[in-house]
DNA sequence: CCGTATCCCCCTTGATACTG
DNA sequence: CAGTATCAAGGGGGATACGG
């Protein structure tokens, strides 16, 4: 017999952890806020989202549509264009985000020390 | 003139990426549940939490307490033990935590398909 | 019992160049 | 404009062996 906790406790972690893999990639995020302020154009996305390489931009986007968190629509014109936005799934997980983001505000001195992990 | 969304946007952005990167090791939430429900010795957690290296364990329970999510107390025994424990902030992190859960309850089909990036 | 020290592998990210 | 291809670098995590 095994002493693990509960069953619940797994399934929580199991939870927990895949919103974090949603989560996860370094530009996941900052991609997820840009497009919760508005559909962007790829190239706009490539210029406002900060420092960020096209192929990493684009692995970008396809996890997360992939995840079902934005959309990816394209507009026959020519040249062509490409339009990301959230999906109603996307925006919904901007409910645990706010939540982390007010946790960070309340527990994380301002300056967040902690940073040296997230220093470009 | 940059056209970048607002600055609260920017600091949504570090908020929300400093609580992730205080959660982002593979380890962490499991050790987290796990000392909540209650202090644990080392050996203890290495037993329960899964299948996981004493290396990685114990830079784990290191991170987690340099960035003051768990305390960490040594009982002078022959031999000597060392017990883990939430601090306050430990616990007060359990918010964001049931959050995220709670998210995945209602958006993710139960199979959780995006475990692909998880499978151990 | 509670770790450290090595070595190794994989995965993510970035830089750069090329294409429909 | 919106990508893809290729190469290289860095860090996290695991296996194993050793130490106080």
Redesign the interface.
């Known amino acids: 017999m095994l ?3 509960d069953v619940g ?1 797994l399934e ?13 990639g370094k530009w996941n ?2 991609v997820l ?2 497009l919760a ?1 508005g559909t962007r154009r790829y190239s706009e996305v490539l ?2 989202v900060g420092e960020i390489s096209k192929k990493t931009l684009t692995q970008t986007l396809r996890g997360l549509e992939r ?1 079902g968190l934005i959309a990816r629509r394209v507009i026959p014109e020519v040249p062509a264009r490409v339009e990301y936005s959230l999906t109603s ?1 996307g925006w ?2 901007t ?3 706010m ?3 007010e ?6 001195p301002d300056d ?1 020390a ?2 040296d ?2 220093a470009a």
Request: hydrophobic share 45%; proline share 4%; net charge negative.
């Open positions: 002493e693990q906790a406790e929580m972690i199991r939870g927990t952890r895949a919103v974090l893999s949603l989560l996860a995020v900052p806020y840009l302020s210029y406002e995840d799934l919904s997980i409910g645990p985000l939540a982390m983001y946790w960070a505000e309340q527990h994380l967040v902690h940073s992990r997230l």
